[in-house]
T-cell receptor
Framework: RKEVEQDPGPFNVPEGATVAFNCTYS??????FFWYRQDCRKEPKLLMS?????NEDGRFTAQLNRASQYISLLIRDSKLSDSATYLC??????????????WGLGTSLAVNP | ETGVTQTPRHLVMGMTNKKSLKCEQH?????MYWYKQSAKKPLELMFV???????ENNSVPSRFSPECPNSSHLFLHLHTLQPEDSALYLC????????????????FGPGTRLLVL
């Protein structure tokens, strides 16, 4: 099982649609969870951290399900500018017991007019 | 946004060249990271420096040599690279490694797009 797994998509949705992405992770000891957004040929940018109680930021809602080891991202009322790749990120521990982030491959979203 | 800067933005080099990538962060962070991003692959962590000490070397070939003279600057020295090393090289920083979720949040530079001929 991959450490962090995402459906690569692409997801093609019309403007105004609601779209949801899931991401599963393999390390039950993971403590930190993030969603990043990456536009074509640009660097990843933090979209939101994911807290255990779930959190919302405008049209974006993130949820964490520890029992099933997955996090989700819900985007409501999609805009053309939401078109990007959404990266799921989870922390883990390296051989020296230092924490590091593990990145998913990303889910590609295209919002169409 | 100029929190993390990288130079050069684009680099073409032959397999016998030596070049260096530079990263600088203006966020007051103590951890800096080098990542490699290739097409169809997730971000690959290469090196981590936490308070100027290297804490991660993710089995990176010795033709890549990092240097962290202080908490604000990070270099990646390149020599005798191979065509398969062509990729986007991203630098990131965070408050510190191994702390809270907030401390682990990473901020990226724009990257150096490297082509090895």
């Amino acid at each position: 099982r991959k450490e962090v797994e995402q459906d690569p998509g692409p997801f093609n949705v019309p403007e105004g649609a609601t779209v949801a992405f899931n991401c599963t992770y393999s390390n039950s000891a993971s403590q930190s969870f993030f969603w990043y957004r990456q536009d074509c040929r640009k660097e990843p940018k933090l979209l939101m951290s994911v807290y255990s109680s779930g959190n919302e930021d405008g049209r974006f809602t993130a949820q964490l399900n520890r029992a099933s080891q997955y996090i989700s991202l819900l985007i409501r009322d999609s805009k053309l500018s939401d078109s990007a790749t959404y990266l799921c990120v989870v922390n883990a521990f390296n051989a020296g017991n230092n924490r590091k982030l593990i990145w998913g491959l990303g889910t590609s979203l295209a919002v169409n007019p | 946004e100029t929190g993390v800067t990288q130079t050069p933005r684009h680099l073409v080099m032959g397999m016998t060249n030596k070049k260096s990538l530079k990263c600088e962060q203006h966020l007051g962070h103590n951890a800096m990271y080098w990542y490699k991003q290739s097409a169809k692959k997730p971000l690959e962590l290469m090196f981590v420096y936490n308070f100027k000490e290297q804490t991660e070397n993710n089995s990176v070939p010795s033709r890549f040599s990092p240097e962290c003279p202080n908490s604000s600057h990070l270099f990646l020295h390149l020599h005798t690279l191979q065509p398969e090393d062509s990729a986007l090289y991203l630098c990131a920083s965070s408050q510190a490694q191994g702390t809270s979720s907030r401390g682990e949040t990473q901020y990226f530079g724009p990257g150096t797009r490297l082509l090895v001929l």
